[in-house]
């Protein structure tokens, strides 16, 4: 396909695991990446993920990378209410400029305290 | 150190007038990135901008435009504005050269076309 695709929305309880789904376009893209938007807020780089990686563990955020069915999992430990956003997958597709990024639509987290 | 500052965050305008948007980077980043965030498309990519230069430009029409001064700052200028304009446009910099292409966004500037 031709877009970045999430779910949309993602609802959990607190204290469990969120698990955000995402499958990107290009199997080339070098780096993939997620980013958080808080309302009323800008986006806000979560992490990313180089392309010749399998997994990435940044204290409670583990990313997962499936290069072969372009797959990119966001999983956030001991989700809390304070992770409720929307959620972004991104890449930059070969041939695209360092900072043209393609994003997802986003996946609204919500957070059941 | 100060985070990317946009202006104005809020405005409202008429179909066929025309508005400029401001993006003040963080101090010492080169390029600015311009993105447009709707409900239906999502984040969209406009231009970028490094050492007042237009590196980059994304699928839309010549009525969007930018710049970038001596400084850093950015505008953006849509002419002859659109009921389909009304959006967030979120400005992204970076220090510029080559880096892992992480963005430092701005809060956006809301824009309603009535």
């Known amino acids: 396909g031709e877009d970045v695709e999430q779910s949309l929305f993602l609802s959990v309880r607190e204290g469990d695991s969120s698990v955000i789904n995402c499958t990107y376009t290009d199997s080339s893209s070098t780096y993939l990446y997620w980013y958080k938007q808080e309302p009323g807020a800008g986006l806000q780089l979560l992490t990313y993920i180089f392309s010749n990686m399998d997994m990435k563990q940044d204290q409670r955020l583990t990313v997962l990378l499936n290069k072969k069915d372009k797959h990119l999992s966001l999983r956030i430990a001991d989700t809390q209410t304070g992770d409720s956003a929307i959620y972004f997958c991104?890449?930059?597709?070969?041939?695209?400029?360092?900072?043209?990024?393609?994003f997802g639509k986003g996946t609204k987290l919500s957070v059941i305290p | 150190k100060a985070g990317v500052t946009q202006t104005p965050r809020y405005l409202i305008k008429t179909r066929g007038q025309q508005v400029t948007l401001s993006c003040s980077p963080i101090?010492?980043?080169?390029?600015v990135s311009w993105y447009q965030q709707t409900p239906g498309q999502g984040l969209q990519f406009l231009f970028e901008y490094f050492s007042e230069t237009q590196r980059n430009k994304g699928n839309f029409p010549g009525r969007f435009s930018g710049r970038q001064f001596s400084n850093s700052r950015s505008e953006m200028n849509v002419s002859t504005l659109e009921l389909g304009d009304s959006a967030l446009y979120l400005c992204?910099?970076?220090?510029?050269?080559?880096?892992?292409?992480?963005?430092?966004f701005g809060e956006g500037s809301r824009l309603t076309v009535l």
């Open positions: 992204a910099s970076t220090p510029g050269g080559r880096t892992t292409g992480e963005l430092f």
């Open positions: 101090s010492g980043h080169r390029s």
């Open positions: 991104a890449e930059i597709p070969p041939g695209a400029g360092s900072y043209q990024l393609t």
